[in-house]
């Protein structure tokens, strides 16, 4: 099982050196290349996503990555910043579909900002469709028009990359609740009207799935009204980013959720939901949880191991049940540790 490690910038050498240490802890045959992404990258190699890396990452059967970006690049030109390495790595390997799970855990339910009694027992899976719409769009750009500057970027899709991440979306609900929420913006935008259009089409190929349909404007509304109702949402790129994020924040930190971007095969780029915390990295206080989950998912999705995935699973649930927090979910009557001390909880758990 070849991995290739990217820790990336900011705290993702911190947190990544905890996932490793946990998947060496189990009784699997691992092989783990290291390599860089992201800002790293740009100043080791002048590039986000240098030929060697990209070489490594063809190569693998997976990918497990920290963290890009941060202040310090911000201004290098735009082909240069560490984001262009993420969307690189994604669009080479043909990523198209990102599973980002919002789970609860009971011990956590007072960190969240909403009231516990509508967060508590929360589980919902966001897909988000992640190598078209506006991110990859032509044409793109800022022109000086009419004296004036100008920016424009192009939204749109092909039914088959429509119907591919419903396909997807319509799976992951059989195995849960059968519910789908498929988000867009028909009412506006022409793209997303296909996008309802297909979904709509591929629904009969799944008659035990109840498919219903929902605006982004409400359905942002409706995670913090009533999160609950979800099951599985599918969604677009852009919408699909900003959704992810305010779900993730109905668990009380981004710092727990970790997730997974997928080809058509199972192979898979597996990162923490998080970015980098440039404002905390190196201090050993980040939160190691999502990059761990993040591993776990790896081993469920890429290479079929559900028992290990369960085993990291119920080692993270252990940890939380005994106390250990790190500062971003700590609240009075727990255990505050480090990044380190937490790793080593979820090993002692193990």
């Keep these: 099982m070849k991995i290739c490690v990217l820790p990336g910038d900011g705290i993702g050498p911190e947190i990544m050196a905890e996932a490793v240490r946990v998947l060496k802890a189990l009784d699997l045959k691992f092989e783990m290349e290291e390599a860089h992404l992201g800002g790293c990258a740009v100043d080791a190699a002048g590039d986000p996503y240098p030929e060697a890396t990209q070489r490594l990452a063809q190569a693998a059967d997976a990918v497990l990555l920290g963290a890009v970006g941060g202040p310090k690049w911000d201004t290098l030109a735009?082909?240069?910043r560490p984001e262009r390495g993420l969307l690189g790595i994604r669009k080479q390997l043909g990523l198209f579909a990102n599973l980002r799970p919002a789970i609860l855990y009971p011990e956590l339910a007072n960190a969240s900002t909403l009231k516990p009694e509508v967060?508590?027992?929360l589980d919902i899976l966001i897909v988000r469709e992640l190598t078209g719409d506006i991110y990859f769009g032509q044409p793109r750009g800022i022109e000086l028009r009419d004296g004036?500057?100008?920016?424009?970027?192009?939204?749109?899709?092909?039914?088959?990359e429509i119907r591919r991440i419903l396909r997807v979306a319509f799976e992951a609900a059989r195995k849960?609740?059968?519910?789908?929420?498929s988000v867009d913006k028909m009412n506006v935008l022409e793209t997303t009207q296909l996008w309802r259009d297909v979904a709509n089409e591929t629904a009969p190929?799944?008659?035990d799935v109840e498919l219903s349909h929902m605006l982004v404007d409400n359905a942002a509304m409706q995670l913090v009204r009533n999160p609950k109702q979800f099951d599985v949402m599918v969604t677009g790129n852009m919408f699909g980013d900003i959704l992810s994020d305010e779900a993730s924040m109905l668990t009380?930190?981004?710092?727990?959720?970790?997730?997974?971007s997928l080809d058509s095969n199972n192979k898979g780029l597996y990162e923490p939901s998080h970015g980098s915390a440039p404002d905390i990295a190196g201090q050993g206080v980040a939160n190691p949880l999502a990059t761990i989950l993040s591993a776990a998912m790896m081993l469920r999705y890429t290479f079929a191991q559900e028992a290990a995935a369960l085993r990291i699973e119920s080692?993270?649930?252990k940890v939380l049940a005994q106390g250990y927090r790190t500062g971003d979910i700590y609240e009075p009557g727990t255990q505050k540790v480090g990044t380190k001390a937490m790793g080593d909880a979820v090993l002692a758990a193990l």
């Design 78 to 80: 735009r082909e240069l």
């Design 119 to 121: 967060v508590a027992g």
């Design 148 to 160: 004036e500057r100008y920016g424009f970027n192009t939204m749109h899709y092909t039914e088959s």
């Design 176 to 181: 849960r609740s059968k519910k789908l929420c």
């Design 205 to 207: 190929e799944y008659p």
């Design 252 to 260: 009380g930190s981004i710092g727990m959720l970790p997730s997974a």
């Design 315 to 317: 080692a993270v649930k």
